[in-house]
């Protein structure tokens, strides 16, 4: 490579400036690097070097005729037209694909009930609806003494049976289950293929057979080994742990093979392998060898070996006669055959999960899957422990191991009874936990679901029942983008109909992009590359072909992304799909098996109707076809043209026939495309038509299609230079020409690519040039939009873009890499992707758009490893030659480049501050640099340290995430090493060979990657397909993922919330939950045609990124969970409320020199009882919840209710000031701002009264609506979950969570008018869910939550209990019957209960009635409930329905679909019905005529009812209170917010909104009429303290707000004043309180910002972060010009700063100021800014307890300057005493 010759080039939008070099003549292009004639050259710049590194940029040309020559028809005529610079295109953003309702799966059927016997309905004898192949033949069988079919021969896909006998037809059954009743032949192997289609119309093929020896699992196919097995295990038999070793229960069929009863859950198969719902059976296929003697489908589980005597005792259903094995008297049924059921009942999925299976098209998931090898095995005897061919050995060194995912093996019936398993000395062998007893009649093996967990202090496994539901959300992945074009070939990019969008293909994904939004949407479901692709003329249809025989061909519904059809071609390698206009016909062209050319013909009208595809010809030819078209104006005519050939096809009488245009001279041409001429109007003239072909060699021929001759010949020849000696056009027959690979017709012009890499526009004469565009490379492809206004066109390098005719601009809309990509590396802070190939490039992008921003090349040494600076705009790559460079992306800087490996580059990373890089080669050395400078050098080499022969990985080396430690396979494959990263000092070796003991080979480890620092885990993926995570210091194994991949794994990476491993595996990306010791298997993904090679998550944790054939960006649609705890136990102290794990002392101690403290000899932690500020000294991840007891999470009811969290407030996530103490009032609550929107019926409001109240953490808010005075009713020990107005309004019911200090939940009884507590009552355990007054006032009932699950009935005369109830099930709602006062009804899981009161004395009972859900409502938990008109019950579903019962005859006679959500809140007045739902909508419905409906019973319809009004509010509803005309109300939602609602005007006004989530920092502003706050939901609010009315919100998505800052008022002038908040991410903010508006936004720290403030002048913002770096930063600019490390390793919780004087401090300085961290440490600075000076005047280390109290968190170490004197300093903190003390830093020692 040349030395110093990277340069720039002008990218637009990227604000770097290129220079345009003068030459002769301006050139147009797109934005891309164009190759010459003379070698390769940077658009807009000179030539360049040999081997030259340089950026790609964008530049502009004219187009001109001087470069190109027409000859044959017409006279050339020189023009020139104009290109602009391209200009990129907009950001790419997921698009929404909608789903459809099946439409294609045949409807349930009474003539398939009881059973179907499917030989006897298909008629096989007669082999009309049915066919067989080879050796297939009727026999009569001795066993069961009846004729069956035998099926045998050598190879097993030439001897079968198949229904239907057609592949476009479908069998249509929808049983449940398939019984296949086959014997196997001895000695063979035999093949059962199932093809199945989901209701969403994917088909699926299921395959069962001795053939196969592992399971194997795609989006299309699921491959299952069924052995059968007659061996008994032994006692002596130790081989795998059980009786038998892994290839012993593979192979053929044994010799005393038995009729055997295979009994399929086509349901639970999809559902449990591919998470698909099913639809019903298409086809099957029944190959050599075996014998069979029927197959049978039905609804019904039948028991093959029940007797009917046997029956009447037992709850199960016999095998009918006619499907029943004959069993001689006085035998067993198990001695003589065979039951095999899978899945088996242990894997079977709950039915709440049925719904949910099916995946959306945007994200094709394959989970939660099944771990590798589950192997269907029957057996003749008995066994009592799980037959499981592989069983994993535990580890002499593992002190744990995670439990083993299921692994679906079928369930065996067998006969005997189970034999006592033996153990077995040695460490290979442990004997399994029995199961319990189950009669010999009937004995089911349950394999499945075990997993074995072994214990550091026992040797015997412990067997464990494993579940099959994944972990939430399902799927956890989305794809969004992709960043990539072709793979296949570049030929295939079509224009939508419409134009507004393109289709192409990305390798194995289809693509379409609206070019106008850049927005992407995604047609997943190909396991290969994509070959060709089709549209129909209306957008309905889409055609895709896969490359590799046997071509799989998909039909796509477009608008929707499902999957119609997917089908085998005859062809077994498609290359060009052409749709009629209509799409009722598509033709195909590729070869077949021998190599032959064949044209296929497929009717495709009766898809969309829920048909099938059928071929309606085929035809072979020998001559070449390049291209194939239907024509536009007769679906029955196509054309083609190849080598030396252009024909005419014809469609009739079931045929295709072709017939040769007469090309007379041009017979010898190499034709690549054709195009038909379309009427300038629109019409269709099939006699005018014209045909277009292009060739080779430069001709362009029009066809006259009527009388098949040429019209017109011309050639595209290149013409010399106007500056040349001989300036004249070459002849038609004299010269090379130019090759066209495409071109395509409009009604004005044609377009035309060609391998010169120009794009020409020409008018039908051809007569002139209209315009041309040159690209990089040649192009391959181009197409003319229907409008004619833009014409798209592809080059074989990988780039996609279109000529806007219009504005001459070409718009690039896609570039690719032309090989596999190696590796990538994100940068933080300007959302690039860095990415290397085996193309020899290095491209730099753009996240946001998806679009290029730089391209290196070097064609001397390839690129293999990158990585950026985390600080500097600067990326390291390592090369081939051994060489690791530098590259500026901003500044001009010839590449610092360092040269002292001797190998090819192997691995590349840098520590997180951007001090060290380390680069590792194939000769085994590793290198250490210094980064602290740009001019980086080298600091070590050392030699053998890394495993020489390891290939280039993006996980070769791993640093922690506290850059501390540095860990790379090596010195050989069998170890990891962990070393010092400063000093790399050997710390840790780890022998990954040791550690599996089940292998004839030595393991090897294939990738490191650390988890985050809190957790201290190393992960390590080896040779034998396992994960093992290590402990970072000591090599302790903590865990283990067995059988990750059948393949080794190159790359891995855990979250920073160590929630979700990433793991590339094959062509797959797999995601498991890594928080769950008992992993339920991981989710699977699909799109990479080859192998994926890297994975990485975005730096903030949204996106996933994976690399491989292309570039695929990922959505993480989980939560970002702020509060997520890690999965380890606590071994780090934590200071304050919320903070985060701090690491041990000592690896944190300061650089500084610090004062010892002595240990205090006794430690109590004072608690605070007033906070000034809510108390964070982390980032906002740790949990700080209510640590009450564990509670259920109920996915049905959204408003069940979550505690706020702790605070050192009694006001946990409000604003407000402290309640004043007991003793006394130093304090006064004036106003409270906010409501608890995660409460549930938590606001009353009575219209006739005005009385209005609502809740606001632990308080009562009693406010008046005129005035807004507030009464604030305190006492309640934690926060209020619901209240209740008694009718009379007289009394107010109160009820909150559970707290710490008190074991029952308090539910108080308020005075109205007075506003005093008059009962304090308590009975439940958990949070009170419900409260309910009866129609008399008479009875107060409450409901616990979904743990406590407890109804408590209460008197209101002296609020005695009279009755309490232990429900059966989570109860979401309870409600009075308000005509009758002794009956209350309760809405749960799929049930109305209906309870009457019954009094005897002073004894009260509850006579339960339960009434299901019908199944016309549908599934899902019933959420809500209110009664309506007597005897009318209306309740809410979680699914969106509302049902009407007749509370009278328990019937549900109504419902309807109210609500895209679960419904949470029904209120009914008159003859008006509100509806709330967790979406946030807000629905009034007329339901009048519903009484009238009653009537009717079942056959009522839901057409009376309509809906009057909709609103959308900010979140789900959860209160609402209206009139009685329910004209006007108080709404309130989860956001935290009060609206008033009147329908009457159709708005919502707000009426009070507070902070969705924790209040972080309150600050005020100069004049003190102003306060800010700033909170975990992203907002920062600007308040007027005299109304406390919202004044200013700024308001950042996906990000938490943690600390904030007010410039000070000496800044300037009022209008001037800004605010400084700081976030989770790293960023810092500065908005403008005067222009409401944001300034700037830089990202001064790599993790979250904890503390802010501005200088005194407020021209200097000093921030601070988690992991205690200080950073100062201008406010103006962005820049940070300076960091502080002396905190470093304990967060920074607050900085102080003032104005002062410093001399007498002995130091320089115009500001004092100070920085607090959560070691109890501050350290005080003096400092000039605009002189840069900063200078250290004291560092203060203050004691901490020895332990703890238990209860609470930390306070956070707090400090601040004296307001009057500014050598005081106050400091509060923990510490032994309950204290304030206030150091003097002039005298040096404490003032008090």
């Known amino acids: 490579m040349a030395r110093g010759s990277a340069r720039r080039a002008g990218v637009p939008g990227s604000g770097i400036q290129g220079r345009r070099p003068e030459r002769s003549g301006p050139r147009l292009g797109p934005e891309a690097r164009a190759p010459a004639q003379a070698g390769s050259r940077l658009p807009g710049s000179h030539p360049r070097a040999s081997g030259a590194w340089l950026p790609s940029g964008a530049r502009a040309r004219p187009a001109s005729l001087a470069g190109v020559g027409v000859a044959g028809e017409g006279v050339e005529s020189p023009g020139s037209c104009l290109l602009p610079e391209a200009r990129p295109s907009p950001a790419v953003a997921p698009a929404r694909v909608a789903e459809s309702p099946d439409a294609r799966r045949p409807l349930p059927t009474a003539w398939q009930h009881p059973f179907l016997n499917v030989f006897r309905h298909f008629r096989v004898d007669e082999w009309k609806r049915s066919a067989k192949q080879g050796d297939v033949a009727v026999v009569t069988d001795k066993t069961l003494k009846g004729a069956v079919y035998r099926i045998r021969g050598s190879v097993s896909a030439a001897n079968y049976i198949q229904l239907p006998g057609s592949s476009t037809q479908s069998l249509g059954l929808t049983g449940r289950y398939l019984y296949v009743l086959f014997r196997p032949l001895p000695g063979k192997h035999f093949v059962i293929h199932l093809d199945v289609s989901t209701k969403d119309n994917q088909v699926i093929r299921v395959s069962f057979s001795n053939l196969f020896k592992e399971f194997k699992s795609t989006a299309t196919w699921l491959q299952f080994p069924l052995v059968l097995e007659t061996r008994t295990p032994q006692r002596g038999d130790t081989k795998m742990g059980c009786g038998w070793s892994r290839t012993d229960l593979v192979g053929l069929a044994p010799s005393r093979a038995r009729w055997t009863c295979l009994q399929l859950d086509l349901q639970d198969i999809l559902l449990v392998y591919l998470n698909r719902c099913y639809g019903h059976l298409k086809s099957i296929r029944l190959c050599a060898s075996l014998l069979v003697r029927n197959l049978y489908t039905s609804d019904l589980c039948f028991e093959p070996a029940i007797s009917g005597a046997q029956w009447a005792k037992l709850p199960v259903t016999p095998m009918p006669r006619e499907m029943a094995f004959p069993v001689p008297k006085g035998e067993s049924w198990h001695d003589r055959y065979i039951h095999v059921r899978f899945p088996s009942d242990s894997l079977k999925v709950p039915s709440k999960l049925i719904e949910k299976s099916c995946s959306p098209p945007e994200a094709v998931l394959l989970g939660p899957g099944p771990q590798p090898l589950p192997c269907p095995v029957a057996s003749s005897k008995p066994v009592r422990f799980s037959v499981s061919p592989v069983v994993q050995t535990p580890s002499p060194t593992a002190s744990g191991r995670a439990p083993l995912a299921p692994r679906p093996f079928l369930e065996v019936s067998l006969s005997q009874e189970r034999s006592d398993a033996s153990n077995v000395d040695g460490p290979g062998f442990h004997s399994l936990e029995p199961w319990a007893h189950v009669e010999a009649s009937d004995v089911h093996t349950a394999a499945a679901g075990t997993h074995v967990l072994t214990h550091e202090s026992a040797e015997v496994p412990v067997v464990r029942t494993g579940s099959c539901e994944g972990f939430l959300p399902d799927p956890v992945l989305r794809l969004k983008g992709v960043i990539g074009f072709g793979g296949h070939s570049t030929r295939q990019a079509l224009w939508t109909p419409d134009g507004a969008a393109v289709v192409y293909p990305c390798h194995a994904v289809i693509v379409v992009l609206l070019v106008d939004t850049g927005e992407q949407r995604f047609f997943l479901g190909h396991t290969d590359k994509v070959s060709a692709l089709a549209l129909d003329g209306s957008s309905s249809l889409l055609a895709s072909a896969q490359a590799r025989a046997p071509s799989v061909m998909r039909l796509w519904d477009f608008q929707t992304g499902q999957c119609l059809c997917l089908f085998r071609s005859p062809v077994h390698v498609v290359c060009s799909l052409s749709f009629s206009d209509s799409g009722a016909l598509l033709c195909g062209v590729g070869k077949d098996h021998h190599g032959r050319t064949m044209v296929v013909a497929w009717g495709t009208g009766q898809v969309g109707l829920g048909g099938e595809v059928v071929v309606l010809a085929k035809a072979h030819t020998d001559f070449d076809v390049q291209a194939f078209r239907v024509t536009f104006f007769d679906e029955t005519r196509m054309a083609s043209c190849g080598q030396g050939s252009v024909r005419l096809w014809r469609l009739r009488g079931g045929a295709l026939r072709s017939c040769p245009v007469d090309l007379g001279e041009h017979h010898t041409l190499q034709f690549t495309d054709l195009a038909f001429k379309q009427a300038q109007d629109g019409r269709l003239e099939p006699l005018?038509?014209?045909?277009?072909?292009?060739?080779?060699?430069?001709?362009?021929?029009?066809?006259d299609c009527q009388r098949m001759v040429v019209r017109h010949a011309r050639r595209l020849l290149p013409t010399r230079t106007p500056g040349g000696r001989h300036p004249q056009k070459q002849t038609f027959s004299s010269g090379p020409g130019i090759a066209i690979s495409s071109l395509s017709i409009s009604p004005a012009m044609c377009a035309v690519g060609s391998e010169d890499g120009f794009l020409r526009l020409w008018p039908l004469d051809f007569s002139s040039v209209l315009l041309e565009a040159e690209h990089e490379g040649p192009v391959s492809s181009v197409c003319v939009s229907p409008d004619g206004l833009r014409v798209l066109s592809a080059t074989s390098s990988g780039h996609l873009g279109f000529l806007d005719t219009l504005s001459r601009v070409y718009h690039m809309l896609a570039r690719s890499h032309t090989a596999p990509v190696l590796a990538l590396a994100m940068e933080q802070r300007r959302g690039q992707l860095a990415t290397v190939s085996q193309d020899r490039t290095v491209r730099i992008w753009d996240l946001a758009t998806l679009q290029q921003l730089y391209d290196f090349t070097s064609s001397e040494e390839a690129p293999c490893a990158v990585t950026f600076h985390p600080t500097r705009p600067t990326f390291f790559c390592g090369f081939s030659s051994g060489a690791v460079r530098s590259f500026s992306l901003e500044a001009a800087e010839v590449p610092v480049e360092h040269t002292c490996h001797r190998g090819a580059i192997t691995g590349l990373t840098a520590t997180p501050d951007g001090r060290l890089l380390f680069s590792s080669c194939s000769e085994g050395s590793l290198a250490q640099y210094s980064c602290a400078d740009p001019h980086w050098h080298v600091l070590r080499v050392a030699a053998d340290m890394v495993c020489p022969d390891a290939p280039a990985s993006p996980s070769a080396l791993a640093v922690s995430r506290d850059g501390h430690l540095l860990a790379f396979v090596g010195p050989s494959r069998c170890t990891v090493t962990v070393t010092d990263s400063a000093s790399l000092d050997e710390l840790l070796r780890v022998d990954i060979g040791t550690l599996d003991l089940a292998s004839s080979r030595l393991d090897s480890a294939m990738a490191v990657c650390f988890g985050p620092a809190a957790l201290g885990h190393l992960l390590v993926s080896t040779s034998s397909n396992r994960v093992v995570v290590l402990d970072a210091v000591s090599g302790r194994i903590i865990r283990e993922l067995p059988g990750v991949h059948p393949e080794p794994c190159p790359s891995l990476t855990l979250s920073e919330d160590a929630r979700f491993l990433l793991i590339a595996a094959g062509r797959t990306i797999k995601v498991w939950d890594y928080t769950t010791q008992a992993s339920p298997g991981p989710q699977v993904y699909i799109g990479h045609s080859e192998p994926v090679q890297a994975v990485a998550f975005s730096p903030d944790q949204q996106q996933v990124l994976s690399a491989g054939d292309a570039v695929f960006l990922w959505d993480v649609l989980a939560t970002t969970e702020s509060n997520q705890s890690f999965p380890v136990a606590p071994q780090a102290c934590e200071a304050g409320s919320g903070i985060g794990p701090l690491e041990?002392?000592?690896?944190?101690?300061?650089?500084?020199?610090?004062?010892?403290?002595?240990?205090?000899?006794?430690?109590?932690?004072?608690?605070?009882?007033?906070?000034?500020?809510?108390?964070?000294g982390g980032d906002g991840v740790r949990d700080t919840r209510n640590s009450g007891a564990p509670r259920t999470t109920c996915l049905a009811s959204y408003k069940a209710f979550t505690p706020a969290r702790v605070s050192c407030s009694p006001h946990s996530a409000k604003v407000g000031t402290c309640l004043p103490p007991a003793s006394g009032g130093w304090l006064r609550l004036k106003a409270v701002v906010g409501y608890s929107g995660n409460g549930r019926a938590n606001m009353v409001w009575r219209p006739d009264t005005g009385f209005f109240a609502y809740t606001c953490g632990r308080l009562v808010v009693v406010e008046d609506l005129h005035s807004g005075a507030q009464q604030h009713w305190s006492g309640h020990s934690a926060e209020v979950s619901t209240l209740a107005l008694s009718h009379s309004a007289q009394v107010l019911a109160s009820a909150s969570g559970c707290s710490s200090t008190t074991a029952h939940c308090q539910i108080r009884i308020w005075d109205v008018s007075g506003g005093l507590c008059q009962h304090l009552i308590s009975h439940h355990s958990t949070t009170v869910l419900a409260l309910a007054f009866s129609p008399d006032d008479r009875l107060l009932v409450t409901l616990g939550d979904h743990d406590g699950r407890t109804l408590a009935l209460w008197g209101t005369t002296t609020y005695d209990l009279v009755s309490s109830t232990r429900l059966p099930e989570p109860v979401h709602g309870v409600a009075f019957n308000p005509w009758d006062a002794g009956e209350l009804t309760c809405v749960g899981q799929g049930t109305v209960t209906f309870r009457l009161l019954q009094q005897r004395g002073a004894d009260i009972s509850l006579q339960v009635r339960r009434e299901p859900v019908p199944e016309a409502v549908g599934a899902g938990e019933l959420t809500s409930l209110c009664y309506g008109a007597?005897?009318?019950?209306?309740?809410?579903?979680?699914?969106?329905?509302?049902?009407?019962?007749?509370?009278?005859?328990?019937?549900?006679?109504?419902?309807?679909?109210?609500?895209?959500?679960?419904?949470?809140?029904?209120?009914?007045?008159?003859?008006?019905?509100?509806?709330?739902?967790?979406?946030?909508?807000?629905?009034?419905?007329?339901?009048?005529?519903?009484?009238?409906?009653?009537?009717?019973?079942?056959?009522?319809?839901?057409?009376?009812?309509f809906m009057e009004h909709e609103l959308v509010l900010d979140g789900a509803v959860v209160s609402a209170s209206f009139d009685d005309s329910v004209d006007m109300g108080v709404v309130g939602t989860t956001a935290g917010t009060l609206w008033f609602v009147s329908w009457a005007e159709g708005t919502s006004t707000r009426l009070i909104s507070g902070h969705r989530s924790k209040v972080n920092e309150v600050v005020f502003g100069p004049g003190e009429a102003h306060c800010a706050t700033c909170s975990e939901d992203g907002s920062v609010r600007v308040w007027a303290l005299a109304s406390m009315e919202l004044v200013i919100q700024f308001q950042v998505l996906n990000q938490s707000c943690l600390c904030l800052a007010w410039s000070p008022p000496c800044c300037g002038r009022p209008e001037q004043q800004r605010l400084a908040a700081g976030y989770g991410d790293g960023s810092l903010r500065i908005f403008s309180v005067s222009r409401t508006a944001m300034e700037l936004k830089m990202h001064p720290h790599p993790v979250a910002l904890t503390a802010v403030a501005f200088s005194t002048d407020g021209q200097t913002v000093l921030s601070g972060d988690k992991d205690g770096l200080v950073a100062v930063s201008h406010p103006r600019t962005g820049t940070t010009f300076r960091v502080l490390s002396d905190h470093q390793g304990a967060p920074i919780s607050t900085i102080c700063v003032t104005c002062k004087e410093c001399e007498d401090l002995g130091v320089e300085g115009t500001d004092l100021w100070l920085a607090a961290s959560g070691d109890q440490r501050v350290s005080v600075w003096a400092s000039d800014w605009l002189r840069n000076r900063c200078d250290l005047v004291d560092w203060l280390s203050f004691p901490m307890p020895a332990t703890t109290e238990t209860q609470g968190h930390l306070p956070p170490s707090l400090a601040a300057f004296c307001p009057w004197d500014g050598a005081l300093l106050m400091y509060v903190g923990p510490g032994v005493y309950k204290e304030v003390i206030i150091y003097n830093l002039c005298q040096k020692q404490s003032a008090c």
Do not use: N
């Open 688 to 703: 005018a038509a014209m045909l277009f072909v292009c060739s080779r060699s430069g001709h362009i021929l029009e066809i």
């Open 1430 to 1505: 007597p005897p009318l019950l209306y309740c809410g579903t979680s699914s969106g329905q509302v049902c009407v019962w007749d509370t009278r005859a328990g019937r549900c006679f109504l419902s309807w679909e109210a609500d895209d959500g679960g419904i949470g809140l029904l209120l009914f007045s008159g003859s008006r019905l509100v509806s709330g739902s967790s979406v946030g909508q807000l629905r009034l419905w007329a339901v009048g005529a519903v009484s009238e409906l009653r009537c009717k019973g079942s056959g009522a319809r839901s057409s009376s009812v």
């Open 1144 to 1176: 041990d002392a000592s690896s944190r101690a300061s650089e500084l020199p610090q004062q010892q403290v002595p240990k205090p000899s006794q430690a109590s932690l004072p608690r605070l009882g007033i906070c000034a500020r809510p108390p964070e």
